[in-house]
Structure formats: C-alpha cells, structure tokens
C-alpha cells in the first residue's frame, strides 16, 4: 500500500515556475508508475506527465512537454513535477498517483493524494 501527500503549489504569475512535490510512504513505492494528474473546474481529469518504476522512462502529454519536467527520488521516496513558462491554462488542482502500468488513464491508478492548487494568472 502507498500513501502520497502532495505540496508545493499556490498562485503565480504567467511565466512564473513551481516545483510540485508527492512525498510517498509504504514499502512497495519503488515498484510503481507515478503520474501526475490535473482538473480544472468544469473539465475532466487529464494527465500530465509519467514516469516508470526506476525513472527511466517519461511521458508528457504534448501540452506541457518542454516546459514540466517529472522526475523520482526512490531513496527519498518523493515524486517531483517541475513546471516552469507556466500559462494561465495550467490553472488546476494537481494530484499525484501511483499505479501499476504505462498508462495515462486515470481509473487504472491505485492510489492517489489529496491535491494541490496551482493557479497562474495572466
């Protein structure tokens, strides 16, 4: 079992950057796909960004690619979403996720954190 508690956001002017931080607990974190997740109000869960047990492969869906960058830290066992040229459309709650596949549907993950805000104005 996982447990993930995210932090790091809040609100930023466009352009700005913020670095997103999913802390994990529970011994099986290392065997897991990461994903970062965001909602806006009034649109539908979209995926951001992936990364496989051990970090060597990353996915970004196009959005976002160049500009978020996702990494892990398994001894720390922490997950990182590095967001920088952020625009006013990267305004949602994010939320961390692990689960068991390369994928970026979001039902297929297993465990989930709380969220967190991200805002960015124009």
């Known amino acids: 079992q ?28 290392s065997n897991y796909y ?18 496989s047990p051990t970090g060597a492969a990353t996915y970004y869906v196009d959005s976002v690619k160049g500009r978020f960058t996702i990494s892990r830290d398994n001894a720390k066992k922490t997950l990182y979403l590095q967001m920088n040229s952020l625009k006013p459309e990267d305004t949602a709650m994010y939320y961390c996720a692990a689960g068991p596949r390369a994928t970026m549907r979001w039902w297929e993950y297993n465990y989930w954190g709380q969220g967190t805000q991200v805002t960015v104005s124009s």
């Open 2 to 29: 996982v447990q993930l508690v995210e932090s790091g956001g809040g609100s930023v002017q466009a352009g700005g950057s913020l670095r997103l931080s999913c802390a994990a607990s529970g011994y099986t974190y």
């Open 34 to 51: 990461m994903g970062w997740f965001r909602q806006a109000p009034g649109k539908e869960r979209e995926g951001v960004a992936r990364i």
